[in-house]
């Protein structure tokens, strides 16, 4: 399989470039860890954001609190978002299409009054991340902390790795007896356990290792942001970007949410810097264009959400292997 | 104790809006078993649509009540049409992903058109009233509630009259049971599901409109609402409207009687969380058919 | 020998209707035991009992010791029953072989072993060179043939086959019949087959259980069962009784 490796950008001083290819990247990690969820084990999760702002909180608390690194408290951040997204997860497994993913919002709307009040976390006054001044563009790497013109330079870097790892572990997934399991209980579920695989536990893995992967991307928004807010962590566009960009791409493929990632975020990125009709007007016209989108893809193919053509025409042309032929 | 009772006397009458606003999806979900993501919206739409004739024409809610509902029946039967019919046959996953389009096309239309600021309809009969309340033995019922509760219980038992003992409702139910059986009577399923589409989504906007007198008007307005619709959905019974009714009433006073004594973000967490209880515990709902 | 598979007075209702009534049957193992009776008789129920996919309301399922009455379907999969469907049932956007490495995987952790094993199943069930093609693209013969070869990769000791041969031309029931022949031959399962066409079950069956309107009427050697006036009664009708 040709893997292809991303050209980074080294303009110095067009950091606005570096902070696009950061979101690009955030995201399609993230889509590549909704896909899990979604595009696999075919459940459709409304609300993967509770464990994005998970993963930030654990990471700053840890950082704040008891003065952790940041790649410690990354692995921190993923371990608590497994074990609380197990927590959850086990008890609604035996909820199916629709009324799982309602199950999932309605997680979401509970943590937004949560995450408002809880004096622990701050509350919406939100949590700050104590950067120390100086230290090098490697030390950087090391730490999260870039003061400096460095910054989106670094965090670019970064979130390729994540993302890099991200891919990698999603591949082993893949192929894994997970992989099969998972798409097994998406095609026809009763008939899955008819041959011993157990769908709720199946279920609860796939939404963890999605959990796993939001709370990493959640810990690098964080460090990046430097601050952590209730209603920037759990805002609904963390909800819909990577399920949008897993969509666009091509559900169930694995690089489907690079694909769309690469497509909406500098799309909604464009928007935003040249409506200027006031920042909440730009914002709102890329969502609805991709309610658009969604619609017209949900309307022409009804029964094919996994195989959209031209995500298997791009997967030729980058030179994968194209999808399994078709015989009559 | 007294807090008590007015909470749940005030819970009663936003149960009775809340009826409303859950009893479209009860009826389209009985009959299809699809479930809309945008439904919270279109009673957003009726929010503002009554926010918007208000200022615009100077008109009271309670009668522009009666075009909007009209023209979001038109709505819900275009959405139906254009939209759903398509998706019907497919995937679960397609369908809840379509709706979800429609939610973000519907919400963020609005956010375009009229910013996400809050606004208010200032003047009307409801408005008017405010202030005015009916002393029930220590327990203070606004009168302003009291009459859009009524308004929407009327209308929830027409639209129950109109289930039970019409021959439309009566086509209605019968396409809900056997597709096909009913095709064979002569009954189009393609129009009932149409209709259905159209009554829910005139039924919420309504609701929206009343709602409009009590609540702010803007466009995140919805989501809650849609998930409150279907935690009473779920904990009434899919597909059965007096257990629509009542779950509505009994969520009313969970609400009302958990804002009492909780920080008020929290009055939602109790209803949801009730959601996924019955979800694990009692799937078919309290009074449900499946 | 103690049987593999013992159902004690299985009784399932659904509201007013009793879909099984005080129903018990043996199985041995290595045996093929054909389960018949008119439509309703209650067959695919009792297989949802066994299997786990519903459970019974009075009465007990012993698999080979073990009580399997309450258990879930993967529970009883991995105790080793494995079924087939009377609508068949595939992973349709899976290719043949990923669909049969998901039986197998049943027994082997990696996939590696598991596509060994799927392979070989694919070729003694007749479906080697179809590997790369997308299930749901098959024919029904050909699905058909997945099925049992998917519930094969389980490695079952007991295989439910309900109504396997139904919407098969006569060509590809007989290839049918012949490959649950050799399954039982080489394989050495017990098989429990709910048919609907005699001249299937009768010379493929040890023993044939008959169910009828929930209850168990008779059962033993076809040559038996087939002459039997109750059961002529029950799939013909008072009518056809005396004309053995």
């Keep these: ?328 | ?290 | 020998m103690a049987p593999l598979l013992q159902v004690e007075s299985c009784t399932k209702r659904f509201g007013g209707l009793v879909a099984n009534r005080d129903v018990s049957l043996a199985i041995e193992p290595r045996e093929i035991v054909g389960l018949i009776g008119p439509n309703g008789a209650g067959k695919t129920t009792l297989f949802n009992c066994i299997t786990g996919a519903l459970h019974p309301d009075e009465g007990r399922i012993v698999l080979n010791g073990t009580e399997i009455s309450r258990a879930r379907p993967e529970r009883v999969c991995r105790l080793g029953i494995a079924r087939t469907w009377q609508v068949v049932r595939s992973f349709g956007r899976m290719t043949v072989l990923e669909n049969v490495i998901c039986g197998a995987l049943r027994r082997t952790s990696r996939v590696g072993p598991a596509r060994a094993r799927a392979l070989e199943l694919l070729a003694f069930t007749g479906l080697a060179g179809k590997e790369d093609v997308e299930a749901a693209s098959l024919t029904l013969a050909d699905k058909k043939r997945l099925e049992i070869t998917r519930a094969l990769a389980t490695g079952p000791s007991l295989l439910l086959l309900d109504e396997a041969m139904s919407g098969l031309t006569p060509l590809e029931t007989a290839a049918a019949v012949e490959l649950v022949r050799r399954i039982h031959g080489e394989l050495g399962l017990a098989i429990c087959v709910v048919e609907h066409v005699m001249e299937v079950v009768m010379p493929l069956s040890h023993r044939v259980v008959v169910l009828d309107h929930g209850e168990k009427l008779t059962e033993g050697p076809p040559a038996d069962v087939s002459r039997d006036e109750r059961v002529i009664t029950a799939y013909l009708g008072e009518r056809y009784r005396g004309r053995a």
């Design chain 2, 1 to 290: 104790m007294t807090l008590l009772l007015q909470a749940v006397a005030d819970g009663l009458q936003m149960g009775l809006l809340y009826a409303l606003v859950a009893v479209g999806l009860t009826i389209i979900w009985g009959l299809m078993e699809m479930i809309n993501f945008a439904h919270g919206e279109f009673m957003m739409l009726g929010m503002f649509g009554a926010w918007g004739l208000s200022v615009a024409m100077g008109w009271d809610p309670l009668v522009s009540m009666v075009p909007l509902a009209v023209v979001m029946y038109g709505a819900g039967v275009l959405v139906y049409r254009l939209l759903m019919r398509r998706v019907q046959r497919g995937e679960v996953f397609t369908q809840i992903f379509a709706t979800v389009g429609l939610f973000f096309f519907l919400q963020n239309g609005v956010v375009a058109l009229f910013t996400s600021d809050y606004r208010f309809v200032n003047k009307s009969l409801l408005t008017g009233l405010s202030g005015v309340n009916i002393a029930l033995g220590g327990v203070r019922v606004g009168v302003p509630l009291l009459v859009g509760g009524l308004i929407a219980l009327a209308l929830f038992l027409i639209l129950y009259l109109l289930i039970d003992r019409t021959d439309f409702g009566l086509a209605l139910q019968a396409t809900a049971e056997d597709r096909d059986a009913a095709m064979l009577v002569g009954i189009r399923p393609q129009r009932m599901y149409a209709v259905a589409w159209g009554l829910g989504t005139a039924l919420v906007a309504v609701a929206g409109v009343i709602l409009a007198n009590f609540f702010a008007v803007y466009p995140q307005a919805g989501l809650s609402f849609t998930v409150l619709a279907y935690a009473i959905v779920a904990l009434g019974g899919f597909g059965s409207i007096l257990g629509t009714l009542l779950a509505a009433l009994l969520v009313g006073v969970v609400q009302s009687v958990t804002a009492a004594y909780l920080p008020p973000a929290f009055k939602d967490a109790f209803v949801f969380a009730s959601y996924i209880l019955i979800g694990l515990f009692r799937p078919q709902g309290l009074f449900g058919r499946f």
């Design chain 1, 1 to 328: 399989m040709a893997l292809l490796y991303p050209i980074p950008f080294e303009r110095s001083g067009y950091i606005y470039y570096e902070t696009v290819g950061f979101l690009v990247l955030l995201n399609a990690m993230l889509g590549i860890g909704w896909n899990i969820i979604g595009g696999w084990a075919g459940q459709f999760d409304f609300g993967p954001s509770i464990f994005f702002a998970i993963g930030a909180y654990t990471a700053a608390l840890l950082s704040i609190h008891l003065g952790w690194n940041a790649w410690l408290g990354l692995l921190g951040a993923v371990a608590v978002s497994v074990v609380i997204c197990a927590a959850l997860t086990y008890p609604v497994t035996r909820l199916r299409g629709h009324y799982f993913a309602i199950a999932t919002v309605a997680m979401w709307m509970i943590a937004q009054p949560i995450g408002a009040t809880w004096p622990f976390i701050n509350g919406s006054q939100g949590l700050f991340i104590p950067v120390a001044p100086g230290g090098s563009f490697a030390h950087g790497l090391l730490t999260m902390e870039f003061p400096g013109r460095g910054k989106g330079l670094g965090f670019y870097y970064l979130a390729l790795l994540l993302f890099v790892l991200t891919l990698v572990g999603a591949r082993a997934v893949e192929r894994s007896k997970w992989g099969f399991y998972f798409r097994a209980v998406r095609d026809d579920q009763d008939g899955a356990e008819g041959i011993g695989i157990d769908s709720r536990l199946y279920k609860v893995i796939a939404r963890c290792l999605m959990a796993a992967v939001f709370a990493a991307g959640g810990t690098l928004y964080g460090f990046w942001a430097l601050a952590v807010f209730p209603d920037q962590v759990l805002e609904v566009n963390w909800n819909i970007l990577p399920m949008m960009a897993a969509v666009v791409g091509g559900l169930g493929r694995l690089w489907g949410p690079v694909l769309g990632a690469v497509i909406l975020i500098p799309i909604s990125q464009l928007m935003t810097a040249t409506l200027g009709a006031g920042p909440l007007a730009g914002r709102g016209i890329d969502l609805i264009i991709y309610g658009a989108v969604i619609m017209l893809i949900a309307g022409g193919r009804p029964n094919g959400l996994l195989s959209l053509p031209w995500a298997r025409w791009a997967a030729r042309v980058l030179g994968r292997a194209p999808a399994r032929p078709q015989q009559g």
